[in-house]
């Protein structure tokens, strides 16, 4: 349910540690400062997969603006279930769980290389046990637990693409939030969705 400036998608090895509230986000290689009591941590090890950082070295505008929305989402989010769709390095789903905002989480991409990443950034969180990392969704016969939040972040083509298979992964009254494409795009990612949700924009965190 979100706009956002889409950022320069550009491997980057590394990233600054981002703070957003009680939520911070780090590189697992870099030495960061002390936690302050109450913070949650999660750890990335980004590879070319994930399209994590831009070559300044920033975590994406639209990772950021989607990591606020769901540290905003904590304290009244009930546990359930996150469906991160286009995971990349899993950031979104992992923070889900650490957050307690759901108890399980499934995590998708088509490239089996951002899932394989994923998978490795779950099991360094310890929450390994706690979500399904799946190549290409919708090329799954069985069944996959339905959503209770849903977040993606994507290009608009994407976006526009997985809108019915998001639909139909999301439980009623699923709280979605969608990002990683361009104002300009608005109109074709409401276009895609309005007929499954209720669509608001998304403010952007303050600097």
Same mark, same amino acid.
């Given at each position: 349910?979100?706009?956002?400036?889409?950022?320069?998608?550009?491997?980057?090895?590394?990233?600054?540690?981002? &703070?957003?509230?009680?939520?911070?986000?780090?590189?697992?290689?870099?030495?960061?400062?002390?936690?302050?009591?109450?913070?949650?941590?999660?750890?990335?090890?980004?590879?070319?997969?994930?399209?994590?950082?831009?070559?300044?070295?920033?975590?994406?505008?639209?990772?950021?603006?989607?990591?606020?929305?769901?540290?905003?989402?904590?304290?009244?989010?009930? /546990?359930?279930?996150?469906?991160?769709?286009?995971?990349?390095?899993?950031?979104?789903?992992?923070?889900?769980?650490?957050?307690?905002?759901?108890?399980?989480?499934?995590?998708?991409?088509?490239?089996?290389?951002?899932?394989?990443?994923?998978?490795?950034?779950?099991?360094?969180?310890?929450?390994?046990?706690?979500? &399904?990392?799946?190549?290409?969704?919708?090329?799954?016969?069985?069944?996959?637990?339905?959503?209770?939040?849903?977040?993606?972040?994507?290009?608009?083509?994407?976006?526009?693409?997985?809108?019915?298979?998001?639909?139909?992964?999301?439980?009623?009254?699923?709280?979605?939030?969608?990002?990683?494409?361009?104002?300009?795009?608005?109109?074709?990612?409401?276009? /895609?969705? &309005?007929?499954?949700? &209720?669509?608001?924009?998304?403010?952007?965190?303050?600097?």
């Amino acid at each position: 349910m979100a706009a956002a400036l889409l950022a320069a998608f550009t491997f980057a090895s590394s990233f600054a540690p981002l &703070e957003v509230g009680r939520l911070r986000v780090a590189p697992a290689r870099v030495a960061a400062p002390p936690l302050v009591p109450g913070c949650t941590q999660v750890l990335l090890d980004a590879d070319e997969f994930t399209f994590l950082a831009t070559t300044r070295g920033d975590l994406h505008a639209s990772t950021s603006m989607l990591l606020s929305w769901l540290e905003e989402l904590r304290p009244s989010a009930p /546990a359930g279930r996150c469906l991160d769709y286009g995971c990349g390095s899993g950031v979104l789903g992992i923070v889900a769980l650490r957050l307690g905002v759901v108890d399980y989480a499934v995590l998708t991409d088509v490239s089996e290389g951002a899932v394989a990443c994923a998978r490795g950034n779950a099991e360094l969180n310890g929450v390994g046990t706690r979500c &399904e990392c799946v190549a290409n969704l919708p090329s799954i016969s069985r069944p996959v637990p339905s959503a209770h939040v849903c977040v993606a972040n994507m290009l608009a083509g994407p976006l526009c693409s997985v809108a019915l298979d998001i639909a139909g992964r999301a439980l009623p009254n699923c709280q979605l939030a969608l990002s990683g494409f361009r104002r300009a795009e608005l109109p074709a990612i409401s276009a /895609a969705y &309005e007929p499954h949700f &209720e669509l608001e924009p998304l403010t952007p965190p303050s600097p």
